[in-house]
């Protein structure tokens, strides 16, 4: 007789999910939408929004549905709200009711309850590093994170910090590759557009840096643009860099 299965813990869940996500924005998502299941409690959903914060902006990097999206982003307007607050302080924030809230003003309470909700519960996550986050649950119930439900929302986020953290080095490393690659882009057009101002006025490459700075300076426009905007009047076309990622030139070395 075959053993029968055993039920998959949390972060057995949390790999098939790394696994079974089409990109980085899936998984958290995703993860926003197993997170607002598992600790909603009475077998009920709760929204869900995952906030980060990182180089002093905040957004929301996951969320279980577009309204969870849209209440988390109440509070970055306002500069204030219980996730940032978890987040920033790194501790629990609950609100019982938010028709009986006022820590951050009327504003920030009557904007979320306009949406039909009435009880929050931020927590923040262990992320050992600059960037800080916090998850983030809404409930259409007054009081509905009671106790019970805390505790089992301080127990999860404790299991789901490490997955969290890296999936936020992954976000950096991602960042820093598109930073590059517009940099090169960059860089590879105003070249062009020197060489172009080089041989149109016959001057040395000082010179025509020289001059495409004073353009852009006297036209009060960035100096990229003024070498695009040559350079697709010469060219009739756009000029690509040729950039790939460094996994992609591994692949490519040893294809």
């Not at 041989?199 to 004073?214: G, H, K």
């Not at 905007?229 to 030139?249: F, I, K």
Request: aromatic share 6%.
């Amino acid at each position: 007789m075959l053993p029968s299965e055993q039920p998959l813990n949390t972060n057995e869940q949390i790999q098939n999910l790394i696994l079974e996500s089409a990109d980085f924005e899936d998984f958290l998502n995703e993860l926003a939408r197993f997170s607002a299941h598992q600790v909603a409690g009475d077998g009920d959903d709760a929204l869900c929004g995952i906030t980060l914060l990182r180089d002093r902006k905040a957004a929301t990097i996951g969320w279980s549905s577009d309204s969870a999206r849209e209440v988390d982003e109440i509070q970055y307007s306002l500069s204030q709200g219980p996730c940032l607050t978890a987040a920033e302080e790194e501790r629990e924030v609950h609100v019982p009711d938010l028709l009986k809230e006022n820590r951050w003003g009327p504003d920030y309470a009557s904007a979320v309850a306009s949406h039909g909700l009435r009880s929050v519960l931020s927590l923040p996550f262990n992320l050992q590093g600059e960037a800080k986050a916090a998850l983030n649950l809404y409930s259409d119930v007054p009081h509905k994170f009671d106790e019970k439900a805390a505790a089992k929302a301080r127990g999860y986020t404790r299991e789901i910090s490490q997955a969290l953290r890296l999936a936020v080095r992954f976000s950096l490393h991602t960042d820093s590759a598109a930073n590059l690659r517009a940099t090169l882009e960059s860089r590879t057009i105003i070249d062009i557009a020197v060489g172009i101002v080089m041989a149109q006025n016959r001057c040395s490459q000082q010179a025509a840096v020289q001059i495409l700075t004073e353009a852009s300076s006297n036209s009060n426009t960035k100096l990229r643009d003024i070498a695009r905007s040559l350079v697709d009047s010469v060219g009739g076309s756009g000029t690509r860099t040729h950039y790939q990622e460094p996994s992609q030139r591994q692949s490519d070395q040893s294809a």
